[in-house]
């Protein structure tokens, strides 16, 4: 599975930003996507999470209600739409997948993960 995301940028503290994750390659075996981020200076945090099986969707509590995960069959891509954007969004976004159930927040259950894309949120 490779996985490619974009969307990053600069952004004004209060805006929107929708960051996208193309998957392909085995993608019809990804059972999870997440969103992770990375301030500078901090560590991996799970923002969100998608099974493809039900769509269900799981959120941080520090994201939830600002954040929603979706995804496009179609285009065998996952959006992650980020709403009232803050400075302490600012970070590095990656998106990973895994075959298999696991801990959604937990970013060593991920087999495969995407480079990342930088969001930066000016105040």
Known sequence: ??????????????????LS???????FNIYTLAWFRQAPGKG????AAIRYGTSATYYS???KGRFTISRDNAKNTVYLDINNLRPEDTAVYYCASRQTGGTNW???????WGRGTLVTVSS
């Open 1 to 18: 599975v490779q996985l490619q995301a974009s969307g990053g940028g600069l952004v004004q503290a209060g805006g929107f930003r929708r």
């Open 21 to 27: 994750c193309i998957a392909s390659g085995r993608s």
């Open 44 to 47: 991996r945090e799970f923002a």
């Open 61 to 63: 509590d520090s994201v």
């Open 106 to 112: 937990c970013w060593g259950s991920y087999d495969y």
